[in-house]
């Protein structure tokens, strides 16, 4: 039983590592950023390809990737992305499924379409056994890097000028500019941590789920079913959601295995019908 | 005189504050009304517990001597029960002439056609034309709400009350925005509704409350602070102080 | 004294559409100025120009004696510009006191200075900007403007939606502010004879170009343009 | 009748009327299908998504009303028309009725989750539905047949006539004659006050219920029409085919309604049929000359066209659509006057 | 005419396109090694991708026989893909050759089907066989739930039933569930033998990866696993998890013999070195045996007389022997035990047990 708690907590922190970027690009900058996935794909690329081509230790390539990432967003969000911003949800939709098309077939056309799989340093596999619970080294791994990060971002968001200027030019852009907060790198930095963001993630990911060019398609669904319980607006609530949704999944699988498929889903409609706007909004 | 409208011992809270406290109110048939007070006294709440916008935390709302408070807002409008917006909330991408046709049409009991053209309803074109050009909307009938002016988007907030033929009209100050010339307009047209609609008015300027209303209600803190006729408000010292300030002469 | 604003000729507007013909108007610090005009003769769309706003199509503006024709929103506001929207523009999902700070610059108004300025405010601090009443968002637009420490204000609709003690205070605030500190203001509004009254100079617009421009207490006895251009007093 | 009055008449009409540009789009349709052969199986596949994405439409270009999940009720039309061909008759009018009355009883009864929230929630709540749908058919093997699909449709000539031959002439037919039927009904549904009060309520929800329009009963009642048409388009899809799996029900398959809606432009009537249109035939071309990486240039023009601008092609076309119509009101005018 | 048109019809995109990559890859193998002529006719193949969907299947291939007229249908990289098209080679008497679908049923179909992969039940019931005989007795089954799965969980079953073995617990793993905890946890608390297991390629690798995490192999837990599981494709990067997991299956890239290791050098030096697996070989053999069938009927592709030349037709492919049954068109093979090991520093499924001449045992 307490073994399954930790599993459940354990892949309840995998969804919040690879949704988190989204978090910040979807949750806090409001753009609907289906083309995540892809960032999150890029992350887990460097990461594999540095380690298992090059002989780096995962560990250093991980800022790698994180950087990495960052920058592609970042340019790419000069480049491209900064128009979206004003434009309609369903633009915003339209334009990152081009991108994530762009990136699939990119992707198989670089790297090939086979799977890519990690080796993970010997450090971090293998289990120990706690009190009589079982415990993945890498899961144990995954679980403190992602409270670190968790408490990091929140602060940021929720106590610094930054999140509240943030939070002003989503909500009115054209206001924000009119008293002066410089929405414009605001939004550029945002989005290039959120890319980074979402480049560890599939950097840290990728030993546990498999990574080949539809990866971005492939769990989009994923990644928004946790921001949306999550709700928008901060990044607690995606976590909570993680937690959830991960406990929900593990324990429904083990006790009702027939349900399995379902778990995740019903969760996130019985969510989404209580609670609109998702686990915890700000305001209403 | 009886009342259309009436609140019992009605409250309402936000958190920790009492936004409408213990608020027994009367509008009588034909009243021309008007409900002042400072700023977040809670007027703009009051109407959103009568319109059903907000549930009460307790206390009741009647509707000719009826009890409305669980009643959906949509069932209260088809009663007669009408407002109008401190902000305007219009239909952003219909022209003006499309907004009041299916108002219209929704009073008429059409709203639920799904065969019959908007067009062709019977007499419906004269009804818009004369609510367009009462309102001095005819030279952007056609346009987009989105796209008018101010002003004129606050005239079409208050025209599409009016199409609704109401029988209680609440209106969350309905001149904010519209230039002085223009509120003769529209207090004229309000003037002009039948005298058995009863109206319910907030507003902010004084000229346009003592030349309107024949009785005021003064809301400060959520609670019901004052009430009389005009006269006697205008000239209540403790009114002046919390909310007319010296500047008022009357 | 130079003059703290120059604005020259300007044209400007949506899109493809030119609102403002060239408008032309100076404004000196210690100044406020009262922006009259008809409902949708370009007024708010002037002050939009201003803060940057508008596609810009031809003319100077010039603070300072500094071309700001084409700067963005951002280094207006750093030049020294505030501006109060007309409808606002509180932000929805930050606190009252969010809505100061998180664009406030460092100055004589503070964040306690401005809820000293409108108490309403300070108790509301924690609310969020859709849980206040009409006037408290009125409040908080002009405290948030304040806070900005500009050299220059533009207050679009101020009063609009405030009780009449609150609107004497403030426009007295505004007066006294203006003369004491050395700023200047545009102060668009509806109810004439009262802006008037506390104003120096005056300008009123019709159909995006200025119809009349001179001298607040001369405009307010000139019953003949106040009726033309406004509709009042014939 | 005084001039204003005419001219609110007028306006009013405006959207009820043909316009030259849509008769010449199925002028075009006819066309194609009598010297265009070989273009019959991709178009009856265009007009197959044609309709989803106009099921879409209606509740997303008119209602405001988006989703991520009209798969469910194209599956389940499609899965509805498949049994009723293998255990009742293969014929096929009656087939898409049962499948348009499953659709529309899948959206009745799933609409009341969709009234409270934004687009997000939207999205997530109707893809949340589509997955658990999936999900049951998959694990409902004995009926479905499962990941395996749908085997056993014989699906009897139309009227008794038309068998629906390999080539696609039938099906193609069929689906456009069904797509424009629907059309038809769905611009009188729009026109209506009905139709009137959804963009009300797209606008503006707040004010839609202050002018007495019962939001929430107007939006199941157009969620359900859309669910109706939906499950026609699965219905028409599994007939032509002759095979439903459970790709129907699938993510893509909604993922792929709403794209090509919005690619056309929601709000139009038209837009999901030009969506359809241009995208399979761009996509098609596209993936007969490179059949791996066509992903890529279809991702490089979507970005493109957003970047664009969406509006665009619209715009043309409606300045298209006036000059068309100046120049025939000139002419009438011109009549008039000899 | 002197050419024979062949569409071939692969997910080269979407969830199945690591088939549509090999296919593609043995397709180009064939070519430089067969060249395009057979039966003294110009072959021409049009690859077409179904994004691994069937409708686009169905619609392609509707396409390739109505539009470009071709003559035989080969690919189809799923079950629902492959049977989406039945209708089609039944009306229009084009033979479908079947390169991956792996459900039996897919035979009764049409009776143009030829199948020159595996069946699911060929190779579960050979497993289940091999394991009672071997004393692993108590099973706990993973398998995936869809289709495939189900099938593989129950002709493991009765054929581990049948030799006295008996499966504890029968576990469903939805097909996206990117992670296997719970369903371990739960084998595990059934101590059994082994486990039985069947996902499909890429999870494959996650699941041995959790599979060791938890310590199941240290427990003395076994997996006997469908060859899905330890693709050859994917094997040498599974790493050191894969290692000694046992799996029933038509091919072993290490497979040894003259075939074998010409196929796999050529298919190497064409495809920079990439390892064919199962599926590429069945798409050589289902090449092999278009060609072979042409020759025998002179190019003559017309549905009845390519059917009646393809039935009974023997091929030395690089997998063993294999055989098209004449009465049921599907294929009869070899099914292979084999076990990870790694040989010469590559990991590889080294064949330790041949179980000859195996017909689908659904028909
Ligand atoms: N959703 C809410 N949550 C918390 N407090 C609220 C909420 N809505 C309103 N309030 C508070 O309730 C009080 C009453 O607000 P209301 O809008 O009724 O005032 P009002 O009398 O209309 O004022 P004004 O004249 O400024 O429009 C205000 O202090 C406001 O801050
Ligand atoms: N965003 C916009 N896009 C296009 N045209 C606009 C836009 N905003 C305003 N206009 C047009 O510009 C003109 C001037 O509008 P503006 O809002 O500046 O008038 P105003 O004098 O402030 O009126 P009011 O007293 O109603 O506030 C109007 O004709 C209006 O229709
Ligand atoms: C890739 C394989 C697992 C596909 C499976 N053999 C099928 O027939 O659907
Ligand atoms: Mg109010
Ligand atoms: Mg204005």
């Given at each position: 039983?307490?073994?399954?708690?930790?599993?459940?907590?354990?892949?309840?922190?995998?969804?919040?590592?690879?949704?988190?970027?989204?978090?910040?690009?979807?949750?806090?900058?409001?753009?609907?950023?289906?083309?995540?996935?892809?960032?999150?794909?890029?992350?887990?690329?460097?990461?594999?390809?540095?380690?298992?081509?090059?002989?780096?230790?995962?560990?250093?390539?991980?800022?790698?990737?994180?950087?990495?990432?960052?920058?592609?967003?970042?340019?790419?969000?000069?480049?491209?992305?900064?128009?979206?911003?004003?434009?309609?949800?369903?633009?915003?939709?339209?334009?990152?499924?081009?991108?994530?098309?762009?990136?699939?077939?990119?992707?198989?056309?670089?790297?090939?379409?086979?799977?890519?799989?990690?080796?993970?340093?010997?450090?971090?596999?293998?289990?120990?056994?706690?009190?009589?619970?079982?415990?993945?080294?890498?899961?144990?791994?995954?679980?403190?890097?992602?409270?670190?990060?968790?408490?990091?971002?929140?602060?940021?968001?929720?106590?610094?000028?930054?999140?509240?200027?943030?939070?002003?030019?989503?909500?009115?852009?054209?206001?924000?500019?009119?008293?002066?907060?410089?929405?414009?790198?605001?939004?550029?930095?945002?989005?290039?941590?959120?890319?980074?963001?979402?480049?560890?993630?599939?950097?840290?990911?990728?030993?546990?789920?498999?990574?080949?060019?539809?990866?971005?398609?492939?769990?989009?669904?994923?990644?928004?079913?946790?921001?949306?319980?999550?709700?928008?607006?901060?990044?607690?609530?995606?976590?909570?959601?993680?937690?959830?949704?991960?406990?929900?999944?593990?324990?429904?699988?083990?006790?009702?295995?027939?349900?399995?498929?379902?778990?995740?889903?019903?969760?996130?409609?019985?969510?989404?019908?209580?609670?609109?706007?998702?686990?915890?909004?700000?305001?209403? | 005189?009886?009342?259309?409208?009436?609140?019992?011992?009605?409250?309402?809270?936000?958190?920790?504050?009492?936004?409408?406290?213990?608020?027994?109110?009367?509008?009588?048939?034909?009243?021309?009304?008007?409900?002042?007070?400072?700023?977040?006294?809670?007027?703009?709440?009051?109407?959103?517990?009568?319109?059903?916008?907000?549930?009460?935390?307790?206390?009741?709302?009647?509707?000719?001597?009826?009890?409305?408070?669980?009643?959906?807002?949509?069932?209260?409008?088809?009663?007669?029960?009408?407002?109008?917006?401190?902000?305007?909330?219009?239909?952003?991408?219909?022209?003006?002439?499309?907004?009041?046709?299916?108002?219209?049409?929704?009073?008429?009991?059409?709203?639920?056609?799904?065969?019959?053209?908007?067009?062709?309803?019977?007499?419906?074109?004269?009804?818009?034309?004369?609510?367009?050009?009462?309102?001095?909307?005819?030279?952007?009938?056609?346009?987009?709400?989105?796209?008018?002016?101010?002003?004129?988007?606050?005239?079409?907030?208050?025209?599409?009350?009016?199409?609704?033929?109401?029988?209680?009209?609440?209106?969350?100050?309905?001149?904010?925005?519209?230039?002085?010339?223009?509120?003769?307009?529209?207090?004229?047209?309000?003037?002009?509704?039948?005298?058995?609609?009863?109206?319910?008015?907030?507003?902010?300027?004084?000229?346009?409350?003592?030349?309107?209303?024949?009785?005021?209600?003064?809301?400060?803190?959520?609670?019901?602070?004052?009430?009389?006729?005009?006269?006697?408000?205008?000239?209540?010292?403790?009114?002046?102080?919390?909310?007319?300030?010296?500047?008022?002469?009357? | 004294?130079?003059?703290?604003?120059?604005?020259?000729?300007?044209?400007?507007?949506?899109?493809?559409?030119?609102?403002?013909?060239?408008?032309?108007?100076?404004?000196?610090?210690?100044?406020?100025?009262?922006?009259?005009?008809?409902?949708?003769?370009?007024?708010?769309?002037?002050?939009?120009?201003?803060?940057?706003?508008?596609?810009?199509?031809?003319?100077?503006?010039?603070?300072?004696?500094?071309?700001?024709?084409?700067?963005?929103?951002?280094?207006?506001?750093?030049?020294?510009?505030?501006?109060?929207?007309?409808?606002?523009?509180?932000?929805?999902?930050?606190?009252?006191?969010?809505?100061?700070?998180?664009?406030?610059?460092?100055?004589?108004?503070?964040?306690?200075?401005?809820?000293?300025?409108?108490?309403?405010?300070?108790?509301?601090?924690?609310?969020?900007?859709?849980?206040?009443?009409?006037?408290?968002?009125?409040?908080?637009?002009?405290?948030?403007?304040?806070?900005?420490?500009?050299?220059?204000?533009l207050l679009d609709e101020p009063t609009e939606g405030l009780a009449p003690i609150i609107v004497?205070e403030l426009l007295a605030s505004i007066r006294r502010i203006v003369r004491e500190e050395g700023?200047?203001?545009?102060?668009?509004?509806?109810?004439?004879?009262?802006?008037?009254?506390?104003?120096?100079?005056?300008?009123?617009?019709?159909?995006?170009?200025?119809?009349?421009?001179?001298?607040?207490?001369?405009?307010?006895?000139?019953?003949?343009?106040?009726?033309?251009?406004?509709?009042?007093?014939? | 009748?005084?001039?204003?009055?005419?001219?609110?008449?007028?306006?009013?009409?405006?959207?009820?009327?043909?316009?030259?540009?849509?008769?010449?789009?199925?002028?075009?349709?006819?066309?194609?299908?009598?010297?265009?052969?070989?273009?019959?199986?991709?178009?009856?596949?265009?007009?197959?998504?044609?309709?989803?994405?106009?099921?879409?439409?209606?509740?997303?270009?008119?209602?405001?009303?988006?989703?991520?999940?009209?798969?469910?009720?194209?599956?389940?039309?499609?899965?509805?028309?498949?049994?009723?061909?293998?255990?009742?008759?293969?014929?096929?009018?009656?087939?898409?009725?049962?499948?348009?009355?499953?659709?529309?009883?899948?959206?009745?009864?799933?609409?009341?989750?969709?009234?409270?929230?934004?687009?997000?929630?939207?999205?997530?709540?109707?893809?949340?539905?589509?997955?658990?749908?999936?999900?049951?058919?998959?694990?409902?093997?004995?009926?479905?047949?499962?990941?395996?699909?749908?085997?056993?449709?014989?699906?009897?000539?139309?009227?008794?006539?038309?068998?629906?031959?390999?080539?696609?002439?039938?099906?193609?037919?069929?689906?456009?004659?069904?797509?424009?039927?629907?059309?038809?009904?769905?611009?009188?549904?729009?026109?209506?006050?009905?139709?009137?009060?959804?963009?009300?309520?797209?606008?503006?929800?707040?004010?839609?219920?202050?002018?007495?329009?019962?939001?929430?009963?107007?939006?199941?009642?157009?969620?359900?029409?859309?669910?109706?048409?939906?499950?026609?388009?699965?219905?028409?899809?599994?007939?032509?085919?002759?095979?439903?799996?459970?790709?129907?029900?699938?993510?893509?398959?909604?993922?792929?309604?709403?794209?090509?809606?919005?690619?056309?432009?929601?709000?139009?009537?038209?837009?999901?049929?030009?969506?359809?249109?241009?995208?399979?035939?761009?996509?098609?071309?596209?993936?007969?000359?490179?059949?791996?990486?066509?992903?890529?240039?279809?991702?490089?023009?979507?970005?493109?066209?957003?970047?664009?601008?969406?509006?665009?092609?619209?715009?043309?076309?409606?300045?298209?659509?006036?000059?068309?119509?100046?120049?025939?009101?000139?002419?009438?005018?011109?009549?008039?006057?000899? | 005419?002197?050419?024979?048109?062949?569409?071939?019809?692969?997910?080269?995109?979407?969830?199945?396109?690591?088939?549509?990559?090999?296919?593609?890859?043995?397709?180009?193998?064939?070519?430089?090694?067969?060249?395009?002529?057979?039966?003294?006719?110009?072959?021409?193949?049009?690859?077409?991708?179904?994004?691994?969907?069937?409708?686009?299947?169905?619609?392609?291939?509707?396409?390739?026989?109505?539009?470009?007229?071709?003559?035989?249908?080969?690919?189809?990289?799923?079950?629902?893909?492959?049977?989406?098209?039945?209708?089609?080679?039944?009306?229009?008497?084009?033979?479908?050759?079947?390169?991956?679908?792996?459900?039996?049923?897919?035979?009764?179909?049409?009776?143009?089907?030829?199948?020159?992969?595996?069946?699911?039940?060929?190779?579960?019931?050979?497993?289940?066989?091999?394991?009672?005989?071997?004393?692993?007795?108590?099973?706990?089954?993973?398998?995936?739930?869809?289709?495939?799965?189900?099938?593989?969980?129950?002709?493991?079953?009765?054929?581990?039933?049948?030799?006295?073995?008996?499966?504890?617990?029968?576990?469903?793993?939805?097909?996206?569930?990117?992670?296997?905890?719970?369903?371990?946890?739960?084998?595990?608390?059934?101590?059994?033998?082994?486990?039985?297991?069947?996902?499909?390629?890429?999870?494959?690798?996650?699941?041995?990866?959790?599979?060791?995490?938890?310590?199941?192999?240290?427990?003395?837990?076994?997996?006997?696993?469908?060859?899905?599981?330890?693709?050859?494709?994917?094997?040498?990067?599974?790493?050191?998890?894969?290692?000694?997991?046992?799996?029933?299956?038509?091919?072993?890239?290490?497979?040894?013999?003259?075939?074998?290791?010409?196929?796999?050098?050529?298919?190497?030096?064409?495809?920079?070195?990439?390892?064919?697996?199962?599926?590429?070989?069945?798409?050589?053999?289902?090449?092999?045996?278009?060609?072979?069938?042409?020759?025998?009927?002179?190019?003559?592709?017309?549905?009845?007389?390519?059917?009646?030349?393809?039935?009974?037709?023997?091929?030395?492919?690089?997998?063993?022997?294999?055989?098209?049954?004449?009465?049921?068109?599907?294929?009869?093979?070899?099914?292979?035990?084999?076990?990870?090991?790694?040989?010469?520093?590559?990991?590889?499924?080294?064949?330790?047990?041949?179980?000859?001449?195996?017909?689908?045992?659904?028909?």
């Amino acid at each position: 039983m307490l073994t399954l708690i930790f599993d459940g907590i354990a892949y309840g922190m995998l969804l919040f590592l690879l949704s988190c970027g989204l978090a910040v690009t979807l949750g806090l900058m409001n753009f609907i950023n289906l083309a995540h996935g892809a960032f999150a794909m890029a992350g887990g690329y460097v990461t594999v390809l540095l380690t298992n081509r090059t002989g780096i230790p995962f560990l250093a390539t991980l800022p790698v990737a994180f950087l990495a990432t960052a920058a592609a967003g970042g340019i790419l969000e000069k480049l491209l992305y900064k128009p979206m911003y004003e434009k309609s949800h369903l633009d915003q939709v339209l334009f990152s499924i081009g991108i994530v098309f762009m990136a699939v077939a990119g992707v198989d056309f670089l790297v090939g379409s086979q799977q890519q799989i990690l080796n993970l340093p010997d450090f971090l596999k293998g289990r120990i056994e706690i009190a009589g619970i079982g415990i993945g080294i890498y899961r144990a791994f995954l679980i403190v890097v992602c409270g670190l990060l968790a408490t990091m971002l929140q602060l940021i968001n929720s106590r610094s000028r930054f999140g509240s200027q943030l939070r002003a030019s989503v909500d009115d852009r054209r206001v924000a500019r009119g008293v002066g907060i410089q929405v414009n790198r605001l939004f550029a930095i945002t989005f290039a941590v959120g890319s980074g963001l979402a480049g560890l993630g599939g950097a840290l990911g990728a030993e546990i789920i498999s990574l080949d060019p539809t990866f971005p398609l492939k769990f989009m669904v994923y990644f928004l079913i946790v921001v949306s319980v999550g709700g928008t607006s901060s990044l607690v609530g995606p976590l909570l959601a993680s937690l959830l949704l991960g406990l929900a999944d593990v324990l429904g699988k083990y006790y009702m295995p027939s349900l399995g498929g379902f778990v995740i889903y019903i969760v996130l409609v019985a969510v989404l019908v209580l609670r609109p706007q998702g686990l915890l909004a700000r305001g209403n | 005189m009886t009342a259309v409208l009436e609140t019992r011992h009605l409250n309402k809270t936000f958190g920790g504050l009492k936004a409408t406290s213990d608020v027994s109110f009367k509008l009588e048939r034909g009243a021309r009304h008007a409900l002042i007070g400072p700023n977040g006294a809670g007027k703009t709440t009051f109407i959103n517990l009568l319109t059903g916008l907000i549930k009460p935390s307790s206390g009741d709302i009647l509707l000719d001597g009826k009890p409305i408070t669980g009643l959906k807002r949509e069932s209260r409008v088809q009663r007669g029960l009408v407002r109008t917006f401190q902000i305007n909330q219009l239909f952003g991408q219909l022209s003006v002439v499309e907004s009041l046709a299916l108002v219209i049409a929704e009073r008429r009991g059409h709203g639920w056609n799904m065969f019959r053209g908007l067009s062709r309803l019977k007499g419906l074109d004269r009804e818009i034309a004369d609510l367009v050009s009462d309102f001095g909307l005819d030279t952007v009938a056609e346009d987009r709400c989105c796209d008018l002016p101010y002003g004129k988007q606050r005239l079409l907030e208050i025209a599409m009350a009016i199409a609704l033929k109401p029988r209680v009209l609440l209106m969350d100050e309905p001149a904010a925005g519209v230039p002085e010339a223009d509120r003769q307009e529209v207090l004229s047209r309000l003037a002009a509704l039948p005298s058995d609609v009863s109206i319910l008015l907030i507003e902010h300027d004084m000229d346009l409350v003592f030349t309107f209303a024949s009785r005021i209600s003064v809301l400060v803190s959520g609670a019901l602070f004052a009430e009389g006729t005009s006269q006697e408000i205008a000239h209540d010292p403790r009114v002046k102080d919390v909310y007319l300030g010296g500047g008022h002469h009357d | 004294m130079t003059d703290l604003l120059e604005i020259e000729s300007l044209s400007a507007g949506y899109g493809r559409a030119v609102v403002l013909q060239k408008v032309s108007f100076t404004l000196a610090q210690g100044q406020a100025m009262a922006l009259l005009g008809r409902n949708g003769v370009g007024k708010t769309t002037t002050l939009n120009s201003l803060i940057g706003l508008t596609r810009f199509h031809s003319g100077r503006v010039l603070l300072n004696g500094q071309d700001m024709s084409r700067l963005s929103p951002e280094r207006r506001v750093e030049a020294g510009i505030g501006w109060v929207p007309q409808e606002r523009g509180i932000f929805r999902s930050l606190t009252v006191e969010e809505n100061i700070t998180a664009s406030a610059r460092p100055g004589r108004w503070t964040l306690e200075a401005v809820y000293e300025l409108f108490p309403r405010l300070k108790e509301r601090r924690r609310n969020f900007g859709n849980q206040l009443s009409g006037g408290e968002q009125q409040m908080l637009s002009i405290g948030r403007a304040l806070a900005l420490n500009p050299k220059i204000l533009l207050l679009d609709e101020p009063t609009e939606g405030l009780a009449p003690i609150i609107v004497e205070e403030l426009l007295a605030s505004i007066r006294r502010i203006v003369r004491e500190e050395g700023l200047a203001a545009i102060i668009v509004e509806q109810h004439a004879q009262q802006i008037l009254a506390m104003t120096e100079r005056a300008v009123i617009l019709d159909r995006g170009a200025v119809a009349h421009s001179g001298d607040s207490a001369a405009l307010a006895a000139d019953t003949e343009t106040l009726g033309r251009f406004l509709g009042i007093g014939t | 009748m005084g001039p204003s009055q005419h001219r609110i008449t007028r306006a009013l009409g405006r959207t009820r009327r043909l316009s030259p540009l849509e008769v010449s789009f199925w002028l075009l349709a006819v066309a194609v299908w009598f010297f265009l052969p070989d273009y019959h199986l991709i178009l009856n596949e265009i007009a197959g998504f044609a309709i989803l994405a106009l099921s879409l439409d209606l509740i997303l270009g008119y209602a405001g009303m988006v989703s991520l999940g009209q798969a469910a009720m194209y599956g389940l039309g499609a899965y509805a028309a498949g049994l009723f061909s293998i255990h009742v008759t293969g014929e096929p009018i009656s087939g898409l009725l049962v499948g348009a009355a499953c659709g529309a009883l899948l959206a009745l009864l799933t609409g009341p989750l969709l009234l409270r929230g934004g687009d997000l929630t939207r999205l997530m709540v109707t893809l949340g539905v589509a997955a658990v749908v999936m999900e049951i058919a998959n694990q409902a093997s004995w009926l479905t047949g499962g990941a395996d699909g749908l085997r056993g449709m014989e699906i009897q000539p139309l009227f008794g006539v038309f068998d629906f031959d390999i080539f696609g002439q039938t099906a193609c037919a069929y689906s456009l004659v069904v797509l424009f039927a629907l059309m038809l009904i769905a611009r009188v549904l729009l026109s209506s006050p009905f139709g009137y009060s959804l963009r009300a309520i797209r606008d503006n929800p707040l004010r839609a219920s202050a002018v007495g329009i019962p939001v929430h009963a107007r939006l199941v009642t157009i969620y359900t029409v859309s669910g109706a048409y939906a499950g026609i388009a699965g219905a028409l899809f599994a007939q032509t085919q002759q095979f439903v799996s459970l790709d129907a029900l699938s993510f893509q398959k909604s993922a792929d309604g709403l794209m090509i809606l919005t690619i056309g432009g929601p709000g139009y009537l038209y837009g999901g049929a030009l969506g359809a249109l241009v995208y399979k035939l761009i996509q098609d071309e596209l993936s007969n000359l490179t059949p791996q990486y066509w992903q890529f240039w279809i991702g490089l023009m979507l970005v493109a066209f957003v970047l664009i601008g969406r509006e665009r092609p619209h715009r043309a076309l409606a300045a298209l659509t006036r000059r068309l119509k100046g120049k025939a009101e000139r002419s009438k005018a011109k009549e008039d006057q000899a | 005419a002197d050419t024979v048109k062949v569409g071939v019809v692969i997910p080269l995109t979407g969830g199945f396109q690591s088939n549509g990559r090999q296919i593609s890859a043995a397709l180009k193998t064939f070519l430089a090694t067969h060249g395009e002529t057979a039966g003294g006719k110009k072959v021409e193949f049009i690859v077409k991708d179904d994004a691994s969907a069937a409708d686009n299947a169905l619609r392609l291939s509707q396409e390739l026989v109505t539009k470009d007229r071709v003559s035989i249908l080969t690919g189809f990289g799923n079950t629902p893909a492959a049977l989406s098209v039945a209708q089609l080679s039944k009306r229009a008497k084009i033979p479908q050759v079947i390169m991956v679908a792996a459900t039996s049923s897919i035979m009764d179909a049409s009776p143009y089907m030829l199948r020159v992969s595996w069946t699911v039940p060929q190779m579960a019931n050979v497993i289940g066989q091999w394991a009672a005989k071997n004393g692993t007795k108590k099973f706990v089954s993973i398998v995936s739930d869809y289709g495939p799965g189900v099938d593989a969980e129950a002709w493991f079953d009765k054929a581990l039933t049948a030799s006295g073995g008996t499966v504890a617990e029968k576990l469903r793993v939805p097909l996206a569930s990117p992670d296997f905890s719970p369903f371990l946890q739960k084998a595990a608390d059934q101590k059994p033998d082994a486990l039985f297991v069947f996902v499909p390629t890429g999870a494959g690798t996650s699941f041995m990866k959790q599979y060791v995490e938890r310590g199941l192999d240290k427990s003395g837990i076994k997996v006997i696993a469908m060859a899905d599981v330890t693709d050859d494709d994917l094997l040498n990067s599974m790493g050191d998890p894969a290692l000694g997991a046992i799996t029933g299956g038509p091919y072993s890239t290490s497979h040894d013999s003259p075939e074998n290791k010409s196929f796999v050098d050529a298919f190497k030096k064409e495809n920079n070195g990439m390892r064919p697996n199962m599926v590429a070989v069945a798409a050589y053999d289902a090449l092999q045996l278009i060609y072979k069938t042409l020759d025998k009927t002179q190019g003559d592709a017309t549905g009845d007389t390519f059917l009646a030349a393809a039935k009974g037709m023997t091929i030395d492919s690089p997998r063993g022997p294999i055989f098209i049954d004449p009465a049921t068109r599907d294929i009869v093979q070899n099914i292979y035990m084999r076990k990870v090991e790694r040989v010469n520093g590559e990991l590889y499924n080294t064949e330790f047990e041949t179980v000859e001449k195996v017909h689908d045992p659904a028909h």
